[in-house]
């Protein structure tokens, strides 16, 4: 039987790919978000099914994986697999994956099963291309068993100065549940109020990871005390110690996986995602080193493990996550959070703590004026309809903000620079001056 192999990063098909005529024997190569630790049990099993067919993994974060397949796919994936909804939106909006015919769908009975689940339960739109939902997630924090900080229960309490340096999240142009997380309260809460609670958050933070792995990994270490995160990767890693909370209100976000264009091996990626998709691919989903809500109502109903918070967020048709908002704004609101957020973030923490250290010395003797200086630090300038504006989110080759920006996009990045940093200006400039008069005794 061939074994598995695994090839990471700029060493990855170095050689000379020819495509060969779809087939069940040869090679299934699978791009993927995705841990080791998730990925490795699924495509053991697939060999072990087709023992004449070897598996090839390439893990990147999402981002990353989302700009290759938009670049054509020049190293021919088969499948991608991912937990963020809107990437696989962008994706479809460019033509990267096969199209759901009969060829296909006779490949992939379960399928239409997990397509009719997902439109019932999550009010999705229905795709005519071959991606589909396996597994749904949610954003919350994890935080250490061994942290003697109180558990925070709603999304307000990590607002609390109690977990200044105490929190870490990744940067979403680098992380595409991250990317979820901030489309959440966008979405949830509204543009403006939303990017308030995300530019006040960023007072509490210690660091922005490069990946969301980054922020398991740093509450594990005692790096930071808590970490926003989906729900499987804190729950995979329950034998360090991770404890979880869901985030209220619960905005359910299902998982899929496709079958990419340009491949040279549909039909063995056919089979793979049906194998994912069976019960056996499903029963998966439940051990502990994955910990991942499956797709299938009759087998979440059936899991003790599953939070019934899951299932009871599914009732609620009226909060659906919109992955097509979230996929014509992409690269805007992952560079609006860089802009204003992941690159000031520095500037931002130290007029949080000032502006707290001076409203706890003094009472109610500046209220208005640091009320003003709160404002200013949460203030959004840039509206939702810039944000949505076309020339910004649909060049073919700049889909996400790991890639060169075009001239258009480098004059908004500047303006949008400048607005954060004079935003920030005004905050200091007020603050210095109600800090000179208290140590002046006025």
Same mark, same amino acid.
């Given at each position: 039987m061939p074994g598995l192999l695994f090839f990471l990063?700029? +060493?990855?098909? $170095?050689?000379?790919? $020819? =495509?060969?005529?779809a087939n069940p024997t040869g090679e299934l190569r699978i791009l993927t978000s995705m841990p080791r630790t998730f990925f490795e049990p699924f495509a053991q099993a697939f060999e072990? /099914?087709? =023992?004449? @067919?070897?598996?090839?993994? /390439? #893990?990147?974060n999402t981002n990353a994986a989302v700009a290759e397949i938009v670049r054509g796919n020049p190293r021919a994936f088969d499948v991608f697999w991912a937990s963020s909804a809107e990437a696989f939106a962008v994706l479809n909006s460019q033509g990267a994956f096969l199209e759901y015919g009969d060829e296909v769908k006779n490949l992939? =009975?379960? &399928? $239409?099963?997990?397509?009719?689940?997902?439109?019932n339960q999550l009010s999705a739109q229905k795709s005519l291309s071959a991606f589909f939902p396996f597994a749904l997630s949610s @954003?919350?924090? $994890?935080?250490?068993?061994?942290?003697? /900080?109180?558990? =925070?229960?709603?999304? !307000?309490?990590?607002? #609390?100065? +109690?977990?200044? !340096?105490? @929190?870490?999240? &990744? &940067?979403?142009s680098r992380s595409g549940s991250t990317h979820m997380f901030v489309e959440r309260f966008l979405q949830v809460r509204g543009w403006e109020e939303g990017w308030a609670y995300l530019l006040e958050l960023s007072g509490n933070l210690s660091t922005?990871?490069?990946?969301?792995?980054?922020? @398991?990994?740093g509450v594990i270490k005692q790096r930071f005390d808590i970490g926003i995160t989906l729900d499987f990767l804190a729950q995979s890693r329950r034998e360090n110690g991770l404890l979880f909370s869901y985030g209220r209100p619960l905005m359910v976000m299902p998982a899929q996986i496709g079958l990419l264009s340009g491949g040279n091996s549909s039909e063995a990626a056919a089979r793979f995602v049906e194998m994912v998709l069976s019960n056996q691919g499903q029963n998966l989903l439940l051990i502990p080193q994955i910990s991942r809500v499956p797709i299938l109502e009759e087998l979440r109903d059936a899991s003790p493990e599953i939070s019934s918070k899951i299932n009871n967020a599914l009732q609620l048709s009226w909060q659906p996550y919109d992955a097509l908002l979230a996929r014509d704004r992409y690269w805007s609101v992952n560079a609006i959070f860089d802009e204003f957020i992941t690159f000031q973030l520095p500037k931002r923490k130290s007029l949080w703590r000032r502006v707290r250290e001076l409203e706890t010395a003094n009472a109610g003797d500046f209220a208005s004026q640091i009320a003003e200086i709160k404002r200013l630090l949460v203030q959004m300038p840039i509206n939702e309809a810039t944000a949505q504006d076309p020339m910004l989110n649909d060049d073919l080759t700049r889909i996400t903000a790991l890639a060169a920006p075009t001239d258009f996009q480098r004059s908004i990045l500047t303006e949008w620079t400048k607005q954060a940093s004079e935003l920030l200006e005004q905050a200091d400039e007020i603050l210095s001056l109600l800090e000179n008069g208290s140590n002046n005794g006025q």
């Open positions: 990063l700029a +060493i990855f098909f $170095t050689f000379s790919l $020819t =495509p060969t005529k072990d /099914l087709y =023992p004449q @067919i070897s598996v090839v993994v /390439l #893990n990147k992939l =009975p379960r &399928a $239409t099963i997990a397509q009719n689940q997902l439109q @954003i919350g924090w $994890t935080q250490n068993q061994a942290s003697s /900080l109180p558990r =925070p229960y709603q999304w !307000e309490d990590l607002l #609390n100065p +109690i977990y200044v !340096e105490k @929190i870490g999240m &990744a &940067a979403p922005i990871t490069s990946r969301s792995f980054g922020v @398991i990994d």
